[in-house]
């Protein structure tokens, strides 16, 4: 709920997990914390492309962070996973003085950003905290949820190429999950087919999805007629 202090958290948050484990130290709990602070920063294995995916965003659109993570930890993560060169800020709860979900982070997050409600998107992965907060304060979302963690939460969404030509390319190996629904369904096509701009004599208007790799091809016998 975004109540937590960084100092409660800190003597708190693995001491109360020793005692989950019937185990009363808190010097061990002290221990375990200065570990994880010390180590934490220098983990920096990142999902497949996030490089490139930030490359491309980031030419197009300010890209921001926002965390509930200590300032000290996340500085020294962002810098040395190569992160950086691609946000212009990184607001964390300790500057602002609460966590998210709270409406106070995001909306000092667009104001540090100079940016505007309606045109500005909130990308996380965690539901309550990322998704549900930023719709509390008009904020669009985007759920990135690679593990497809069950939810009750209406899916749905529509993703259209800024140009027209424009697609998303899932690469060999990788995997896309689109989460929609008949009532809410993922759709795929471009700017001008959602401003109802497009004719008869509209092309290039898919603006979808590029699937690269090798596929079984079918082979058809002679003389049937397609669908």
């Keep these: 709920k ?4 960084k100092a409660t958290l800190r003597a708190t948050r693995f001491y109360d997990t020793l005692l989950r484990f019937e185990v009363d130290h808190p010097e061990l709990a002290a221990e375990i914390d200065h570990e994880y602070i010390s180590r934490s920063p220098h983990k920096t294995n990142l999902f497949p492309h996030a490089i490139e995916v930030l490359g491309y965003l980031s030419e197009k659109y300010q890209l921001h962070i926002i965390t509930n993570g200590f300032s000290e930890v996340q500085d020294i993560k962002i810098t040395k996973s190569g992160l950086q060169p691609f946000f212009t800020h ?7 003085g609460v966590n998210k979900p709270d409406p106070v982070i995001f909306r000092h997050a667009l104001k540090l950003a100079g940016a505007k409600r309606t ?7 965690n539901l309550d905290v990322d998704i549900i907060g930023a ?4 904020l669009d979302q985007v759920y990135f949820n690679p593990d497809k963690k069950a939810h009750g939460e209406k899916p749905g969404v529509t993703i259209f190429g800024s140009g027209g030509l424009d697609y998303i390319v899932v690469n ?8 929609g629904t008949s ?12 401003e109802g701009t497009t004719g008869v004599d509209s092309i290039g208007q898919w603006g979808g999805l590029v699937i690269l790799g090798r596929a079984p091809i079918a082979a058809c016998p002679a003389g049937v007629t397609a669908p």
């Design 2 to 5: 975004g109540l937590l202090t």
């Design 90 to 96: 990184r607001i964390t709860s300790e500057t602002v």
């Design 119 to 125: 045109e500005s998107i909130m990308i996380g992965d």
């Design 135 to 138: 719709r509390r304060v008009g």
């Design 172 to 179: 060999r190996g990788s995997q896309i999950f689109a989460e």
């Design 183 to 194: 009532t809410s369904p993922v759709v795929f096509t471009s700017r001008q087919s959602v």
